[in-house]
């Protein structure tokens, strides 16, 4: 207990997290920080997401354990939007194994916004990594399934057991990205250009859009994460979802690029695989501890919501989440 940002005393733990009563009063503690700041704006590229009320706020965590606290608004549905990248990204690993997607979609940085263009060309139509919308349309190609609409149905399913419920899709911020998505359907032109997406392009932005459309709770994002963090099997449901492998390939490249831009940054904060999306979720995973889901919709320049990011840290320093973070054992102390 030393290192001490924003005032928050860093707790280090290698363990399981600290009891139910100790999580539940950190959680509520983070809602209570940060619930009246108002920084960062709605997105409103979709329109769709303009219509939301900017004041929610919820927080979640669960634990490998299955247990799962709440505050706020962490039963409100939300679009998942490029959160669904993390999932589809684990469910097409499971299918196809680490080296084909490893290969065809990336695992680097590009150090470019979500939807570069630019990214593409200076990388000789690579994609780079799966959490970029290039890297994700690359993907969602890949995804099983012989018409767009059983790669839909596969991609719902398993996202849906990711979460343990049926996860259902917001039709007007479908329809709403469908008018408005000029861009990624350029994305996936030049990628079939460069012979990195072998179908229909436009069938691959449209299960994209619905991929991004599906409605979850920031309740739901902590049980999803903690999925990751437990080897692939949903604390809930039991299931085994993916296996351990992909849980790790995942949270490697969630580490690397999944909070946009600023993916290095939060690392250095924060300390944990995460991927947050427009509509305002996040979700931080702590290996084989459980994760945190945030909902706030109110973002900063990189699109990562405000207040999920000050909650995430907060959370991240008082239950010892930080995966870097170390104490000096004993055993290495000056005897008496
Ligand atoms: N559906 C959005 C897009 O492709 C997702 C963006 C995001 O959450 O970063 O533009």
């Not at 099983?144 to 059983?150: F, I, L, S, V």
Request: proline residues 4%; aromatic residues 6%.
């Amino acid at each position: 207990m030393e290192l001490e940002v924003d005032g928050i005393e860093q707790a280090v733990s290698t363990g399981a997290l600290p009891g139910w009563e100790r999580v539940d009063h950190l959680v509520g503690s983070a809602y209570e920080r940060y619930r009246s700041r108002t920084a960062g704006a709605v997105a409103d590229y979709i329109p769709a997401l303009a219509r939301v009320d900017p004041d929610l706020f919820g927080v979640a965590v669960a634990d490998v354990g299955g247990r799962v606290h709440t505050i706020g608004a962490a039963g409100h549905d939300f679009s998942i939007q490029s959160i669904s990248k993390a999932f589809v990204y684990a469910l097409v690993c499971d299918a196809l194994g680490h080296t084909v997607v490893a290969d065809r979609v990336g695992v680097d940085n590009t150090g470019f916004g979500f939807n570069s263009v630019i990214a593409i060309e200076l990388n000789n139509g690579h994609p780079m990594n799966p959490m970029v919308n290039a890297g994700a349309l690359a993907t969602t190609a890949l995804v099983p399934g012989e018409t767009p609409a059983a790669q839909w149905e596969y991609i719902r399913t398993g996202v849906s057991r990711f979460a343990g419920r049926f996860l259902e899709l917001d039709g007007d911020v479908y329809q709403s990205e469908m008018l408005t998505n000029q861009r990624n359907k350029a994305i996936a032109r030049l990628l079939e250009s460069y012979g990195r997406i072998t179908i229909d392009p436009l069938d691959v932005v449209d299960v994209y859009t619905r991929q991004c459309s599906l409605l979850v709770n920031a309740r739901d994002l902590a049980i999803m994460g903690a999925t990751l963090a437990d080897g692939g099997v949903n604390p809930i449901s039991g299931q085994q979802v993916v296996s351990p492998h992909v849980c790790q390939d995942t949270l490697s490249v969630l580490a690397a690029a999944g909070m946009y831009q600023r993916s290095g940054e939060w690392l250095y904060e924060i300390g944990l695989p995460a991927k947050s999306g427009v509509a305002g979720g996040i979700v931080a995973v702590a290996p084989g501890k459980g994760a945190i889901g945030t909902f706030s919709p109110r973002l900063d320049e990189a699109g990562n919501s405000v207040r999920g990011q000050r909650a995430t840290a907060y959370l991240s320093r008082t239950l010892g989440l930080n995966v870097f973070a170390s104490a000096a054992t004993t055993r290495h102390l000056p005897q008496p």
